[in-house]
């Protein structure tokens, strides 16, 4: 914003005084806003012509919050808070007019507001904690006083959004408005002249259990499995029945100052920066997304019948078609089971499963494909099935149908050279479930128009899935890296250690599941497959570990054969006799020596792997930024956010132990182990290898 523009201007509407505020794109509480809005709310509130003051926004939405970008900076006062309390303290009555999303501060400002009108199709929320905060501008102590701790905790613990409906049942809006929000708060403010402003700081917080709330907050902690904001936000909260608003924001800044430094609350606003920096894509600045109604799925297996979910589940018509009558019944059977599952747990009720299952038909031939404007490949990953598909679908669809196939490791430009038109051709690479996990690389091709990207990036954005733009490589950019991770975790191994000692190290740090019980949940014969088919061109003298091959020569594929890395017995995972055989030998084979890893030994080695493997993905462009990597670990991968993913965290252990780790894997494992560049010289200038997106 140009400093010289105001961001908050006043009008008189008779004796109602217009405060909007006005700081596009969404009315961020800026060091502006925050000192504007103050000596506004001041000025007017001792100017005797005014009866009372209505603040609105200009814009899309009513302030969406503090301004992100100003956290980790000194925090320049007025404070919110400080705005929020001249707005509590006005002594003419103060009428808040919501629109769009009041989250964080601006639901702030307007509970510190004496009434709060909004708009039936706006939210409120306080989402601080999904960016490693908690609110801090007297949210945790004004909402209370309002619904009560109970509905409070769970309000900013989850930062879940709140309908209006919700809001007026509860008592936190007065009036729920269909038309022009701020007329209406203009007139409820007319009806307020005269009368002494109703703060919420003089009302008291409702009678509760403390022994349900002890539980409750209990519960809070286990959800947040190791992210502290949650927790914190929750026990602020509870501070509220024990002290006035003014000790309570007091307490809320002492846990602000504390958050907003800390890894996860740096690490949590990176990723929320970096959703926004991903969905910018080069060179589709004049590209025009096609308009997509009718989407195909070729293949009803595992993936295939969860990318028809997710299709159905954003609304899209679906034609999916399978080989052949029994393969079309398996299909309609896993995509219905898909369904019932999501019924059976409450999360879908009889008449939307009905609905989304309507639009969803299964078919056994190819000719079915005929009237789709997309057509997604979800078959077994072979390139000459794949490519004697495309080569059907070409003589099928409209010659400007996107064709888009699903591949983990082929490259889509062989299975494209087998279409027509190949400039209609793009990878669109699902994580499964495909219906749940929420990242979808979306592969450029060689040939791939700006405008079948661009359609691409929208059918993601229609499927609520996070799209990540990927070049074309062996495992783009997720399966690439996590190749590299999987051979150091087997080279430990082989140096001694157990995979119990590398998953446990690896859950400590934050990772719901080590790398180990991930193998075996996924299974251990698809990278068998994988490791088989590339066995003739790997180069020799790369180091290999055979442990899972064995394994899996003996048939153990993981959870799904009862034995893996681990055995699986009625459910009870343990220790699988074998795997300590198979290792032992292993290491005799390699000299004897036998290594004692420490947790962050393990952790830093397998990070440092990652990094490696990262900076050569963003040095050859198949990733435009290193906040991108993050985003696929963190949404395709079991990462929690509040890691900030491993090149955040790469930069977390800095460039000297990164570097001094990969040399040792360059001298001890081989090639492919080479430090880019940017890491060696980030070591000698102790600067970031990968800049944060903050
Ligand atoms: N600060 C700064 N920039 C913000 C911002 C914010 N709070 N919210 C959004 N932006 C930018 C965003 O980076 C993007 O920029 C553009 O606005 C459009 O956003 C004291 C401490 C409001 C639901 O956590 O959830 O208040 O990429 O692409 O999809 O207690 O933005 O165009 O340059 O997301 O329509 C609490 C975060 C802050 C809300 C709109 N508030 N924002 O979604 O657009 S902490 C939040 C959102 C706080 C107080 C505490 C969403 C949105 P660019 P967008 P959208």
């Known amino acids: 914003m140009n400093a010289d523009v105001p961001v908050v201007r006043s009008e008189l509407r008779g004796a109602i005084a217009l405060v909007t505020i006005d700081n596009p794109p969404v009315n961020a509480a800026s060091l502006a806003v925050r000192t504007e ?94 960016i490693g905060q908690a609110p801090g501008a007297g949210g945790t102590q004004r909402l209370p006083r309002i619904i009560g701790l109970a509905k409070t905790i769970d309000v900013v613990t989850t930062g879940r959004m709140i309908a209006a409906d919700e809001a007026l049942s509860l008592g936190i809006v007065d009036q729920v408005v269909d038309n022009d929000v701020v007329d209406a708060a ?48 929750a026990r602020l909260v509870l501070a509220a029945a024990r002290m006035s608003v003014p000790e309570g924001v007091a307490l809320e800044r002492e846990v602000f100052a504390r958050l907003v430094v800390s890894q996860q609350g740096q690490a ?104 789709c404007d997309l057509v997604i490949e979800a078959v077994f990953d072979d390139l000459e099935v794949k490519r004697t598909l495309f080569g059907a679908l070409s003589k099928i669809v409209r010659p400007d149908a996107i064709l888009a196939t699903n591949t983990s490791y082929l490259n889509p430009d062989f299975i494209a050279d087998a279409a027509t038109n190949p400039q209609r051709i793009i990878g669109m690479h699902f994580f ?97 497959a994988q490791r088989k088919r590339l066995a003739p061109t790997r180069d ?29 017995d009625n459910g009870v995972r343990s220790d699988h006799p074998l795997v300590r055989e198979l290792i032992d030998k292993a290491v005799t084979r390699r000299g004897g020596e036998r290594t004692t890893f420490t947790a962050e030994d393990i952790r830093i080695r397998l990070i440092a792997a990652m990094a490696c493997e990262g900076a050569k993905i963003l040095r050859e462009g198949i990733a435009a930024r290193a906040s991108d990597i993050d985003l696929v670990f963190v949404n395709g991968y079991g990462w929690p956010s509040w890691l900030g993913g491993p090149m955040f965290q790469a930069d977390q252990i800095g460039a000297k132990r990164i570097l001094a780790e990969i040399e040792q894997m ?21 600067g970031p290898m990968f800049p944060a997106a903050l």
């Open 540 to 568: 020799p003298r790369e180091r290999y570990v055979d442990i899972a091959d064995q394994l899996c020569e003996q048939g153990h594929f993981g959870q799904k054969t009862g034995a893996g890395w681990y055995r699986y």
């Open 186 to 233: 203009l007139a409820h403010a007319q009806t307020l002249v005269g009368t002494r402003p109703t703060r919420t700081c003089d009302r008291q917080v409702p009678p509760f259990d403390q022994a349900e709330i002890d539980q409750v907050i209990k519960d809070v902690d286990k959800r947040a499995r190791g992210q502290q904001s949650p927790g914190e936000a």
């Open 432 to 528: 499964a479930p495909a219906n749940v996990m929420r990242l979808l690389e979306v592969v450029r091709m060689a040939q791939t128009s700006p405008d079948v990207l661009a359609t691409a990036l929208a059918v993601a954005r229609k499927l609520r899935k996070l799209a990540i733009a990927s070049g074309v490589c062996p495992g783009f950019i997720g399966n690439r890296i996590y190749a590299m991770y999987r051979r150091q975790c087997e080279y430990m191994l082989e140096e001694g250690a157990q995979p119990r000692d590398i998953d446990d190290a690896m859950e400590s740090f934050g990772l719901p599941m080590g790398p180990f019980r991930v193998f075996d949940m996924s299974g251990l014969e698809i990278a068998w």
């Open 666 to 686: 360059q001298t001890r494992d081989g090639p492919g182990w080479e430090a880019d560049a940017v890491i060696v010289e980030a070591a000698q200038s102790r």
């Open 37 to 130: 809005l103050k000596t506004a709310i001041e000025r007017l509130g001792n100017q005797p012509d005014v009866g009372a003051i209505v603040i609105a926004c200009a814009g899309r939405t009513f302030t969406a919050g503090a301004d992100i970008r100003e956290f980790g900076k000194p925090l320049v006062p007025p404070i919110l808070f400080e705005t929020c309390a001249a707005i509590e303290a006005c002594p003419k009555p103060v009428v808040a007019a919501v629109h769009g999303t009041a989250l964080g501060g601006g639901f702030e400002i307007a509970l510190a507001s004496h009434a709060r009108l909004m708009k039936r199709d706006a939210r409120l929320g306080l989402p601080e904690v999904k």
């Open 268 to 371: 949590l606003r990176h990723i929320f920066l970096a959703e926004r920096a991903a969905a910018k894509v080069d060179g589709l600045e004049n590209a025009k997304p096609i308009d997509i109604r009718h989407v195909g799925v070729a293949g009803a297996g595992t993936m295939g019948a969860g990318i028809a979910v997710a299709l159905a589940d954003a609304g899209y018509k679906v034609t999916v078609v399978e080989r052949d009558e029994a393969a079309v019944a398996a299909g309609r059977a896993r995509i219905e089971g898909l369904y019932a599952r999501l019924q059976k747990s409450g999360r879908l009720d009889e008449a939307s499963l009905r609905e989304r299952l309507s639009r969803v038909e299964l078919a056994g031939t190819l000719q079915a494909f005929a009237p």
